[in-house]
């Protein structure tokens, strides 16, 4: 499995960005799928998953409000879309892939419980 992400950039603090991760094959069905990110010095932390079929989302309490997880499955894409950016947001943000369908909160946010990376694209917004 491929993970393609971009829509990274350069952006004032309250604008807005829309990251796309394409995944590419082997994709089997009932997968989550999650943006993380991270910024220098800091772990990589959660930013956003969504199940197989859309109808469950889990934010981190930071970005809730402000970011929107969504998902195509008929192309296999996940989306992430940023409004009202705040300079602490900046950090390379990484689309991941678990091939589990279990939705458990307590395991969404351990990177290790994901099975493919994408390459990361990077965010900075500029106070």
């Known amino acids: 499995v491929q993970l393609q992400a971009s829509g990274g950039g350069l952006v004032q603090a309250g604008g807005s960005l829309r990251l796309s991760c394409a995944a590419s094959?082997?994709?089997?069905?009932?997968?989550?799928m999650g943006w993380f990110r991270q910024a220098p010095g800091k772990e990589r932390e959660l930013v956003a998953s969504?199940?197989?079929?859309?109808?469950?989302?889990f934010y981190a309490d930071s970005v809730k409000g402000r970011f929107t997880i969504s998902r195509d499955n008929a192309k296999n894409t996940v989306y992430l879309q940023m409004n009202s950016l705040k300079p602490e947001d900046t950090a390379v943000y990484y689309c991941?892939?678990?091939?589990?369908?279990?939705?458990?909160?307590?395991?969404?946010?351990?990177?290790?419980?994901?099975?493919?990376w994408g390459q990361g694209t990077q965010v900075t917004v500029s106070s």
């Open positions: 991941a892939l678990r091939s589990s369908h279990s939705f458990a909160k307590s395991s969404l946010r351990v990177p290790d419980e994901y099975d493919y």
């Open positions: 094959g082997g994709i089997y069905s009932n997968n989550v």
């Open positions: 969504i199940s197989w079929r859309g109808g469950a989302t």
